[in-house]
């Protein structure tokens, strides 16, 4: 990472079932499109465009516009390492939750944020099985005294962070991970896994500004078409699974606060960014390459 470059942690990460599987890519295709139609109807008081239909791929759809048929593909912005990251983790929690959890019942009604190498690191693979009864001791010892807990965050709100955290805020950062305890005052299950456990964990990964940059651009290089006139690249939407990860929504408002500049193209002339969340979309600036 360059000098100066922001960096972005993202915290309480957690995938979330929002749809069922889709059975195909053209079936999540269709979908990304018909949610940015609605929104951009629910917004403006009509469709962007009528007559939608299959494309020969490229397109994925061909659609018309003033009379004249347009070009429509399809894509979603997705950091592959951070979600990486999140399978792996996922992965990882649920070998936990496999193990008697009689001595974790202390962190119930809480959330449980991990991170790996100071979060630097993506958590370690499938087939490395070492962390897991290190994380679980862990877990297990650590002090969650919730009064206490609730007098520091509120301390920490009126006059910020101090030099050093107390034991008592519940922090651990070992050399290989590292994990924080915030009691949570209305829990609810939010997934089966957090079901099991009786608390919700997530995982803080950091990603920088550039990866965001770079991989719009990658997108759109990937589908510069003559065929294609418009590229519609949603945000936080759901995976063939029907997964979304929440903290992606935020790609959106990133890209606004810190402008791309202009992505290069050869023949795509429209590039329209759809936040599936909020509904909101706004287009990119394209240059001609």
């Not at 929690?93 to 959890?101: L, R």
């Not at 519940?170 to 608390?199: M, N, T, Y």
Request: proline share 7%; glycine share 6%; with cysteine.
């Amino acid at each position: 990472m360059s000098e100066g470059e922001r960096l972005v942690l993202t915290f309480f990460d957690t995938p979330i079932q929002i749809a069922s599987p889709f059975p195909s890519k053209e079936a999540l295709e269709r979908a990304q499109l018909e949610k940015y139609r609605l929104d951009y109807l629910l917004r403006l008081g009509e469709v962007p465009f009528e007559d939608v239909r299959r494309g020969a791929e490229p397109p994925d759809f061909l659609v018309m516009r003033d009379g004249t048929p347009h070009g429509v593909d399809c894509a979603a912005l997705a950091l592959e390492k951070k979600r990486l990251a999140e399978a792996l983790f996922t992965k990882l929690i649920q070998k936990v939750a496999a193990k008697d959890n009689t001595f974790l019942r202390h962190l119930a009604r809480t959330h449980v944020t991990v991170w790996f190498s100071h979060g630097t690191e993506l958590p370690p693979r499938v087939t490395d099985h070492s962390i897991v009864p290190e994380l679980i001791e862990a877990l297990e010892h650590v002090n969650v005294d919730r009064d206490r807990i609730g007098r520091i965050t509120a301390d920490i709100a009126r006059h910020g962070f101090p030099q050093t955290f107390p034991e008592e805020i519940a922090i651990v950062d070992k050399e290989s991970f590292g994990f924080q305890v915030a009691p949570l005052d209305s829990w609810q299950a939010r997934d089966a896994l957090s079901a099991q456990l009786g608390f919700d964990v997530s995982l803080s990964f950091p990603f920088a500004i550039q990866d965001v940059r770079a991989e719009m651009q990658r997108l759109v290089s990937s589908h510069d078409n003559d065929r294609i006139n418009q590229l519609l690249v949603s945000i936080g939407g759901p995976n063939r699974d029907g997964v979304c990860f929440p903290a992606e929504h935020d790609l959106s408002s990133l890209l606004k606060e810190d402008p791309l500049g202009p992505v290069s193209a050869q023949h795509i002339s429209q590039v329209t960014a759809h936040t599936w969340s909020s509904g909101e979309f706004f287009d990119v600036p394209v240059g001609k390459s």
